[in-house]
């Protein structure tokens, strides 16, 4: 048809009505009435520019349509001034419909909002007449598919023509920038006022939710009321990119009608998305059903986005595989969650754990793995982790996985880009940290302190040291690092670093580090010190006690004996009648009930210690030199210490029974009388005692954490069943 | 060139297993499922051996008229098992290897993939477009 070559050059259209078209201010006697109009022919394709009636005879009436393209504005501009235009082709279309934006055809009757829609579009399409509008702004704001300026077409073609006088490009996404007012020919001081009354009329001063068209989506948009005008928009902005399928003809009236409705949940929803809400799922995605993107976006504000103030993107508008700074900047914050040290990995575990919390398929998250780790070591870097991150956020929000890692995700762009600007933070003190093993207790102190639940097994590079301990069971180490006067300081932070490794010690770290401490404090013991046998049994309760705790943690699933706590506690306790209480109350109790089992396990672990320090060694031989009797449960002691050892090793009986479950009986193991002082041993009762107390205690606690445990995951079940219950009807029908 | 690749989990079900052309992949299945005994036999014989001097690459397993049965079995006792072409005779034993070797590493790789379990079935496609290039390439 001809129509459609010339539509493709700027010209002229001239179109044959049957019948009077309604124009808005229609005063036949005008003959160049300058309307906006938007034309759809039988070929379906829409022609806008401007119009200008021209009566040719009483039954037919001409309307002459220029188009021109933004190259081209100004001679049509030109030729406006002096008259309508004679440039381009002419042709008569038969049956051509015209619709005209008319804000009583698409808006709900609203008495007074009509009105000044009403005026506001005749001021408007005054002004437009003297900037046409390109037809790209026109096919963006979607009036092209629907063949009428409605009200949010009008409202994005007003957006697109300001970001493109702005310099932005005219693309939808430039809407989301803050953008001045569109500047028209004729645009006077009164013509804006009108401009914003409408606006404030309407009330729309929310801010604009995130509208999840590229990457950017999670962004903040941080808006203006000039913004405000852009939410009724939401729906054909969001519709013709992703489902322009889906729009219909009536959407106008939808979306407005839904604009009018979903105003409160719009208002609700930006406000909410500074938090990181859950609920924000359900008003937006209830408002919005058609609107999968949005759904996606509050599911990416349920990933605990962080709300950061949009940054201008128009470095790289088109491009979705590139990071910003700001999801840069949490990324990091994401990763320095599970992983404090930034040079190092995230392990698989950790990062499958942290990753399904998206609630991605497992497909698509073994996928996005396959991209991210490019070197396929089972663990993430930084880079790695942020590509992961990314794709999982561009997944989320609607874009197809690519095929291959795109080039801006790639490691070693990003660690390129990564590191340049992290240099000078204050990331480096995590760096520096990680380096020596002198700053372990600082970076033990950090670790703890950012996040106690976390598995730090990566931690572990940094300190090789303790790696022969973990062997060994932290046990030795603290052993280890017990009897060594002048490694105190420095063993201690290793053994507290190998508790920390553990993953099961995270919790316990917290002990450790405040025994360590108390180790320090401590006066130097001679080496022999036996009643670090003690501090397993502690260490271990305090893995029992802390486990709970954990979300990853097992409650049935008791860990090994971990790291003896500090021993010079118990030393102290039996030697130097210090405060005990202070020493031994950091230790959780609860050893007492369970000693029998302990002893054995325990022997093991002693035999492994005994390689690693010999003056540690608890074996089972060490019973044959135990001293006193052991009546009481005390933690396995050192050979040295012949007195304590049969005393430790009940401890080590008892913390084996514990972990194996509570049981009441200290079993204890009668040993051949030692030649230590009956005052000593009557100390070590006391010591006991109170140590079993407080393990009653810590049991007691445990006993109660694990049943709120419980009755968190009861729940969850229930949420669960309900939500089955939920989505089982709907499959059925 | 290689007609049918599959890789054979330590209890012997398949975890992965593709062959070209579609409609004789009964027939390869049933192949590959034949082969496992000769795999097993193969192993055993050298299983006298300790692990480490066992040698993953098993070579020919059985020859038919129309293709050839070759094996690989890694450490953790996963077997590969490749369906070649007789008609193809410029395939060497090296090449097999090579191919193999391939194979082996792809496989690791998708075992780091901490989503995925092992046991499960492979769908990687990475893991794919690696089989892929080795069935046409040597086609």
Request: proline share 9%.
């Amino acid at each position: 048809m001809q129509l459609a070559s010339d539509i493709s050059k700027t010209g002229v259209l001239w179109l044959k009505a049957r019948v009077p078209l309604p124009l808005p201010g229609d005063s036949p006697a005008s003959a160049t009435e300058r309307l906006f109009l938007c034309v759809e022919t039988s070929s379906s394709l829409c022609v806008e520019g401007l119009c200008y009636r021209r009566r040719v005879s009483p039954s037919c009436l001409l309307y002459r349509l220029v188009w021109p393209s933004i190259e081209e504005r100004a001679p049509i501009l030109d030729s406006r001034k002096n008259g309508p235009c004679s440039q381009g082709a002419y042709c008569l279309l038969e049956g051509a419909q015209l619709y005209l934006p008319s804000p009583t055809n698409y808006l709900p009757k609203g008495g007074k909002k009509n009105k000044a829609l009403e005026k506001e579009k005749h001021n408007q399409g005054k002004q437009i007449s003297t900037l046409t509008v390109p037809e790209n702004i026109t096919e963006l704001c979607g009036a092209k598919r629907v063949g009428y300026f409605g009200l949010t077409q009008f409202y994005v073609a007003l957006k697109l023509i300001a970001a493109a006088q702005s310099g932005l490009p005219v693309r939808v996404e430039s809407i989301k920038c803050e953008l001045p007012l569109p500047r028209f020919m004729a645009l006077k001081n009164d013509s804006e006022i009108r401009y914003s009354n409408p606006v404030e009329f309407h009330g729309m001063k929310c801010q604009i939710p995130y509208v999840t068209m590229e990457k950017n989506s999670f962004k903040r948009v941080d808006d203006g009321e000039k913004q405000d005008t852009m939410s009724p928009t939401m729906s054909p902005i969001s519709s013709p990119p992703s489902s322009p399928s889906n729009y219909q003809r009536v959407p106008l009236t939808y979306g407005y009608g839904k604009l009018r409705s979903g105003m409160d949940q719009i208002h609700a929803a930006p406000y909410e998305a500074r938090q990181l809400a859950l609920q924000q799922e359900g008003p937006t995605s209830g408002s919005h059903g058609p609107k999968p993107t949005r759904r996606q976006t509050s599911l990416i504000r349920s990933l605990s986005v962080d709300r950061e103030p949009q940054e201008s993107n128009s470095n790289y508008p088109d491009d979705p595989w590139r990071i910003t700074e700001e999801q840069r900047e949490y990324y990091i914050n994401q990763f320095k969650s599970l992983q404090p040290d930034l040079s190092s990995f995230i392990s698989g575990s950790l990062a499958k754990n942290f990753f399904t919390k998206s609630k991605l398929t497992i497909p698509e998250l073994s996928y996005i793995w396959e991209l991210s780790d490019v070197d396929c070591d089972g663990a993430l870097t930084l880079p790695e982790f942020c590509a992961a991150f990314h794709l999982i956020v561009a997944r989320k929000n609607g874009y197809p996985l690519p095929e291959s890692l795109p080039q801006t995700l790639q490691p070693d762009y990003l660690q390129s880009a990564f590191l340049k600007p992290k240099r000078d933070c204050a990331l480096f003190d995590s760096y520096s940290e990680s380096m020596s093993v002198n700053q372990q207790p600082r970076d033990l102190n950090r670790i703890e302190k950012t996040s106690i639940k976390e598995k730090v097994d990566l931690t572990a590079p940094a300190q090789d040291v303790n790696i022969d301990d973990k062997q060994a069971l932290k046990i030795s180490s603290v052993d280890e690092a017990m009897p060594k006067d002048v490694c105190v300081d420095t063993a201690s932070p290793k053994d507290l670093n190998t508790l920390k490794a553990r993953p099961r010690s995270r919790s316990y770290s917290n002990t450790s580090l405040e025994e360590a401490m108390k180790r320090v404090e401590e006066p130097p013991t001679p080496p022999p010190r036996p009643q670090k046998s003690h501090s397993r049994a502690s260490s271990l309760d305090l893995n029992k006690v802390f486990q709970p705790n954990a979300p990853a943690a097992k409650p049935g699933l008791l860990p090994p004996p971990p790291a003896l706590p500090p021993r010079p506690f118990v030393s102290q306790v039996l030697h130097h009648n210090t405060s005990n209480d202070s020493v031994s109350q950091p230790k959780p109790p609860g050893q007492l009930p369970s000693y029998g089992d302990f002893r054995l396990p325990e022997q093991t672990d002693q035999v492994s210690e005994i390689e690693l320090h010999p003056q540690l060694t608890r074996t089972p031989s060490q019973t044959e030199e135990s001293g006193s009797p052991v009546k009481k449960d005390l933690p396995p002691s050192k050979p040295i210490r012949r007195k304590l050892r049969p005393e430790n090793q009940i401890m080590e009986n008892q913390e084996h029974s514990s972990v194996s479950g509570p049981s009441t009986v200290p079993t204890v193991k009668p040993h051949a009388p030692v030649q230590k002082q009956s005052s000593k041993q009557k100390k070590a009762i006391q010591t006991a005692i109170r140590k079993n107390k407080e393990a009653n205690a810590v049991l007691a606690r445990l006993n109660s954490e694990l049943q709120q445990q419980l009755k968190e995951v009861h729940q969850e079940r229930i949420a669960l069943e309900n939500q089955l219950e939920q989505l089982r009807p709907v499959t059925v029908l | 060139m290689a007609v049918c690749i599959a890789v054979i989990a330590k209890e012997n079900y398949p975890l992965y297993i593709r062959s070209i052309p579609a409609e004789h992949e009964l027939k390869f299945h049933y192949t590959v499922h034949t082969s496992l005994d000769v795999v097993d036999e193969k192993v055993s014989a050298m299983g006298k051996a300790l692990v480490d001097q066992r040698e993953l690459y098993l070579g020919l397993l059985y020859p038919t008229e129309d293709y050839k049965v070759y094996g690989y079995v890694t450490n953790s006792k996963v077997k590969f098992v490749m369906v070649v072409d007789s008609s193809n005779t410029a395939l060497r034993d090296n090449e097999i290897r090579s191919m193999f070797r391939k194979l082996h590493n792809s496989y690791t790789d998708v075992m780091c993939n901490p989503f995925y379990n092992p046991g499960d079935r492979i769908h990687s496609r990475a893991f794919d477009n690696m089989v892929t290039s080795m069935m046409v390439q040597v086609c």
